[in-house]
């Protein structure tokens, strides 16, 4: 498909376990960014990738968050010893480089809602 | 630091009907961008309608229109002829024009629901 794609779709897990979730982006789009959802709120900023490179990860929550991305295009956001208030839905979004102007839509993924137990 | 304010938690409406959602921000910038995405139970967020700080009139994408005023920060959504599949969760988003970032700053979200 020519979407955001995210997996898994759900993930249950135990308080104290490691997760990974992954963002594969629009092909050529060079941004990509992790957006945290928890329920009855709005969406809260976590991190932003151009190419490879993420310029300020002051966004994540806590040090057992951490994300990373390979080849300009697979991200990965990592989350250890899981905790029950990590739950939330994970969104992943896409763009061209929002470093030229106009700013670029960002496209988004359907998320993985993540569970902790 | 930047903050978006949804005033209106949940509204309904009969289809056909015209609605307006309401969105307000806060920022010392005089340049950004704000943007209507739209997310429907499927949690697909989708951009609605964007539109630029600097542009004075408003942006319209076919039923969906804006109405901007800088001067009061206020950045409202009018869904005309109102369909069944616009219900929906909207979410009103800003973005600074210079950001190292480049992160959308969120509202709270208005449930919509067209009734038939």
């Known amino acids: 498909g020519a979407g955001v794609s995210q997996s898994p779709s759900n993930k249950v897990t135990e308080k104290g376990k490691d997760v990974e979730l992954r963002c594969d982006p629009i092909s050529g789009h060079t941004a990509l960014y992790w957006y945290r959802q928890s329920l009855g709120q709005g969406l809260e900023f976590l991190i932003y990738f151009q190419g490879n490179s993420a310029p300020d990860k002051s966004g994540l929550p806590s040090d057992r968050f951490s994300a990373e991305r390979t080849g300009g295009s697979v991200s990965t956001l990592t989350i250890q010893r899981t905790q029950q208030e990590d739950s939330a839905v994970y969104l992943c979004?896409?763009?061209?480089?929002?470093?030229?102007?106009?700013?670029?839509?960002?496209?988004f993924g359907p998320g993985t809602r993540l569970l902790v137990l | 630091a930047q903050t978006v304010t949804q005033s209106q938690p949940e509204m309904s409406v009969q289809e056909a009907e015209t609605v307006t959602l309401s969105c307000t921000y806060d920022?010392?910038?005089?340049?950004?961008?704000l943007f209507w995405y739209k997310q429907p139970p499927s949690r697909q967020m989708i951009l609605v309608i964007r539109q630029e700080a600097y542009k004075q009139q408003n942006a319209t994408e076919n039923r969906f229109s804006v109405n901007f005023q800088k001067a009061a920060k206020s950045f409202s959504l009018k869904i005309s002829d109102s369909q069944l599949g616009d219900t929906a969760m909207y979410f009103c988003a800003f973005m600074k024009h210079v950001d190292s970032n480049y992160q959308l700053i969120w509202g709270a979200g208005t449930k919509l629901i067209i009734k038939p």
């Open positions: 979004a896409s763009s061209l480089d929002p470093r030229t102007a106009p700013r670029e839509t960002q496209y």
């Open positions: 920022t010392s910038e005089n340049n950004y961008y």
